[in-house]
């Protein structure tokens, strides 16, 4: 079975995380106080440890709500997180495009689905650092099994991934266990899936983990 470590459980405002060395940063002092006060003013605080290496994939969720990314951007600025995320090409096209790539999106072509995992895992081998956050169900809508894209990923250019939990009633950023390598897909999503039965969703009706 893959080591799946979990980081120690200690509640702290988002801008007390301790970011690793190896994890690059990119957003300024007041940018990352400010995000942080808006988040603890809304009740939000973050329990864990983030990962420290130079590549890995966050898989975010539940992702029920638009309030998901907005919660999400929050902490990426707090934490002062230089992440990429990979979207479809037209999505960059100005004015926007501008916005979109300045927080870190990186234009995908996916006219051919089935090539669309190995462009991003060459993409991830050719950097020399990169934190992929995306969120592992792909849509906002009930969903089961959920989409496995992100773990194929994972395994193709050989970088772990970290689960993180939006806990809506706990009011609570989880950073939750890291998967070192991803050998077997369907008994590692079963541990996501575990993580994920103690998070509460925006819209818990949303987020199904089991069949």
């Not at 509640?11 to 690793?20: K, T």
């Not at 993180?164 to 009011?171: F, H």
């Not at 939750?176 to 819209?203: H, L, S, W």
């Amino acid at each position: 079975m893959t080591e799946t470590s979990h980081p120690q459980t200690h509640s702290q405002r988002a801008n007390s995380v301790n970011v690793g060395e190896h994890v690059l940063r990119k957003w300024p002092n007041w940018l990352s106080s400010f995000a942080a006060w808006v988040l603890t003013k809304r009740g939000w605080r973050v329990e864990g440890e983030l990962i420290n290496q130079k590549k890995a994939i966050l898989a975010v969720a539940p992702h029920t709500s638009n309030w998901d990314f907005f919660i999400g951007l929050f902490v990426v600025f707090s934490f002062k997180l230089n992440i990429n995320f990979f979207g479809k090409h037209t999505i960059f096209a100005p004015p926007l495009g501008a916005i979109v790539k300045r927080l870190g999106g990186i234009p995908i072509e996916r006219s051919k689905a089935h090539g669309v995992v190995t462009s991003i895992a060459n993409k991830i081998k050719e950097a020399g650092q990169l934190i992929l956050a995306l969120a592992p169900e792909g849509t906002r809508s009930p969903i089961y099994p959920w989409k496995t894209g992100f773990m194929h990923i994972a395994r193709e250019a050989e970088i772990p991934i970290q689960v993180i939990g939006l806990d809506y009633t706990r009011k609570m950023i989880v950073l939750g266990p890291i998967i070192q390598k991803v050998t077997n897909i369907d008994e590692q999503m079963q541990t996501i899936y575990t993580f994920y039965d103690n998070v509460c969703a925006k819209y818990p009706k949303n987020c199904i983990t089991k069949p």
